[in-house]
Structure formats: structure tokens, C-alpha cells
């Protein structure tokens, strides 16, 4: 079974090493295709792709697995989903994953996925545990992972990115990532390949998911941008928009655009942006949506008054 493995990656050389290594040193009964799309980095980035190449051409980098087949290609590109695409169109295996620059693959990740998909033939995406981690690798929260329900990934994405698999198969029949997203690409390739294949949850850690200062997933000047494109996504897909999704935009919007003094009080802050939830919800939904109602319960209502951060890794305020 040959796993191709895409690392999109622009200026992250303090972290790509870790990345590539975690790559490179699975064991298994399987062969790694392994490709670097590189944005044109301007750091040290090339010349870490390049090290690592020339330790496993010269053999001096123990393969513990069938074979690697390791390529990369430096740059310029329009953003993470055109690197992807890139990426994938050169592919040459029958399962599919991307380990974005910042990210892990935990020792066994490789063996975990490739024999449950011999197991289960039928199954075309699967995913399994990771946890978070610091600028530092100290693990700082585990993901919020669930068994897999095509319906709550409207409010909620459960399926980490950087512990899931899917088959070339199923990746190409739906068209492949969409290009025009740059944040929900993920969960927006999930959505479709759950509509139309089986998806199975894998329990065990596979892999880390970092956020730190840099990370478009936490880092200010893009969160209104991802939570804006996270609801267009969901909204889309399901013909509502669900108020978890509503919320976090507009928590973000708050956020960026209250001042300063006013977005350290979490009751002011938290107010505001429910108002502006509140208020939209009801002009996205056209009235009151029935599966909001399923999201009504004092475990969500706590969740207000939480940073996204805390949200992410389970920390409490």
C-alpha cells in the first residue's frame, strides 16, 4: 500500500525538520510518497528539504518502512490549497493525507491507518486523536474528536486534520479540494466525502496539531477570515446556518473591531457578540432553525464566555 503524503509549507523552517522526520521515520508494511510543496520560502526551508534528500539518496537515514519515494518542489503559489493541489495532482498512492509544516505524525500513525483501511475496504476516510501542542512541542490540549455523524459537522469539526486518511479513489471522484477556500478546505473535503462514502473513526493518537503566534487557525489577523469561511462552508452544505458557527464569526469580528480595553472583559465581549448572533441568525436562518435548538444546553452556553483557544485544547477561563 503506497501513502502519499503532501507537506505544503512557506516559511516554517523552524518547524519542518520535526515535520519531515516525523514523516520519514514510520514503520510499517507500506511505501511513503512523500511531497514538499514549498511557497518559495524565503528562511532556511529549502535547504532543510534539501538535507533531508541527500540523507535518504546516500542511504544514511534508516527506512524503516517498504520504500520512500521523497520529492519537493519550491515555488511562489496562491496560498495552502493550491500548494495541496499541486501536491496531489504528482500523488502516486492509493491513500491520501497532507502533514501541513507545523505538524507531526505520531511514531505508528502510518501502520494505524494503512492496516485499518486493509481491514476496512469500504471505508474511504478515516481519522483518529491528536493533541495539541505549544510554539515549543509541549502538548497543551487533546482535539475534540468524535465518532463519525455527517450531521454535526455543521456545527462542529471533529475530524483533525493532520490524523486523517482518505482513498485517492474517493478524493478524485468528488473533484478534490476546493480551490477557492482558504481556511475550511478541510471540512469542506470532509463534508463531501462523508456525503457520498463510509467514515470510520479510528480511536488513538496519530498525530500533533501545533498552534502557536504564527497559526492561520488562532492567529488574529486571519480568525474573522477562517470563521467566516468555516459558516459559508457549513451553511452551504446544509442549507443552515448553525449558531455555534454564527457565534464564533461573530465573536471574532467582535473581537478585531471593539477596543482593546472593552475585548479583555469576557461578559462585555461575550454580550456583544451574542447580540450580533443572535440578530444574524435569525436573518441567515430566515427565523428560528429547529436544529439550532439541539445546540441549546448549558455545556454550549458555558462555551461563550470561553476564548477560542480554550475552546480548542479544553482549558477552562
Known amino acids: 500500500?503506497?501513502?502519499?503524503?503532501?507537506?505544503?509549507?512557506?516559511?516554517?523552517?523552524?518547524?519542518?525538520?520535526?515535520?519531515?522526520?516525523?514523516?520519514?521515520?514510520?514503520?510499517?508494511?507500506?511505501?511513503?510518497?512523500?511531497?514538499?510543496?514549498?511557497?518559495?520560502?524565503?528562511?532556511?526551508?529549502?535547504?532543510?528539504?534539501?538535507?533531508?534528500?541527500?540523507?535518504?539518496?546516500?542511504?544514511?537515514?534508516?527506512?524503516?518502512?517498504q520504500g520512500i519515494t521523497y520529492r519537493w518542489v519550491s515555488e511562489p503559489d496562491t496560498g495552502q490549497a493550491d500548494a495541496l493541489q499541486k501536491g496531489f495532482c504528482l500523488a502516486r498512492g492509493e491513500i491520501f493525507a497532507w502533514l501541513n509544516s507545523d505538524d507531526t505524525y505520531l511514531p505508528g500513525a502510518l501502520q494505524s491507518a494503512t492496516a485499518f483501511f486493509r481491514d476496512h475496504p469500504d471505508t474511504s476516510l478515516l481519522?483518529?486523536?491528536?493533541?495539541?501542542?505549544?510554539?515549543?512541542?509541549?502538548?497543551?490540549?487533546?482535539?475534540?474528536?468524535?465518532?463519525?455523524?455527517?450531521?454535526?459537522?455543521?456545527?462542529?469539526?471533529?475530524?483533525?486534520?493532520?490524523?486523517?486518511?482518505?482513498?485517492?479513489?474517493?478524493?478524485?471522484?468528488?473533484?478534490?479540494?476546493?480551490?477557492?477556500?482558504?481556511?475550511?478546505?478541510?471540512?469542506?473535503?470532509?463534508?463531501?466525502?462523508?456525503?457520498?462514502?463510509?467514515?470510520?473513526?479510528?480511536?488513538?493518537?496519530?498525530?500533533?496539531?501545533?498552534?502557536?503566534?504564527?497559526?492561520?487557525?488562532?492567529?488574529?489577523?486571519?480568525?474573522?477570515?477562517?470563521?467566516?469561511?468555516?459558516?459559508?462552508?457549513?451553511?452551504?452544505?446544509?442549507?443552515w446556518a448553525p449558531f455555534t458557527r454564527v457565534y464564533t464569526a461573530c465573536h471574532s469580528r467582535c473581537q478585531a473591531l471593539l477596543p482593546g480595553l472593552l475585548t479583555q472583559r469576557r461578559l462585555v465581549l461575550a454580550g456583544a457578540a451574542l447580540a450580533c448572533s443572535i440578530f444574524r441568525s435569525l436573518r441567515l436562518n430566515k427565523g428560528l432553525h429547529r436544529n439550532d435548538l439541539r445546540l441549546l444546553n448549558r455545556n454550549n452556553f458555558r462555551k461563550l464566555f470561553r476564548s477560542r483557544l480554550e475552546l480548542m485544547t479544553g482549558g477552562t477561563p
Open 127 to 239: 481519522y483518529g486523536d491528536a493533541h495539541y501542542t505549544d510554539e515549543t512541542g509541549a502538548r497543551i490540549g487533546v482535539y475534540r474528536t468524535d465518532a463519525f455523524d455527517l450531521e454535526k459537522l455543521a456545527w462542529a469539526n471533529f475530524i483533525c486534520q493532520p490524523a486523517a486518511f482518505f482513498r485517492r479513489a474517493a478524493f478524485e471522484a468528488i473533484g478534490g479540494l476546493d480551490a477557492a477556500l482558504h481556511f475550511a478546505m478541510d471540512l469542506d473535503l470532509w463534508i463531501r466525502i462523508g456525503k457520498r462514502y463510509p467514515c470510520l473513526y479510528l480511536p488513538g493518537l496519530l498525530a500533533t496539531y501545533r498552534l502557536h503566534e504564527a497559526s492561520k487557525t488562532i492567529r488574529s489577523e486571519t480568525l474573522v477570515k477562517n470563521c467566516e469561511e468555516a459558516l459559508l462552508v457549513a451553511t452551504r452544505h446544509f442549507g
Open 1 to 65: 500500500m503506497i501513502v502519499s503524503i503532501i507537506t505544503p509549507s512557506y516559511n516554517q523552517g523552524c518547524f519542518l525538520a520535526e515535520t519531515i522526520e516525523s514523516v520519514i521515520s514510520q514503520e510499517g508494511n507500506f511505501t511513503i510518497d512523500y511531497l514538499i510543496v514549498d511557497g518559495g520560502s524565503r528562511d532556511d526551508s529549502v535547504d532543510i528539504v534539501k538535507r533531508y534528500e541527500a540523507l535518504l539518496q546516500h542511504g544514511e537515514w534508516p527506512v524503516r518502512c
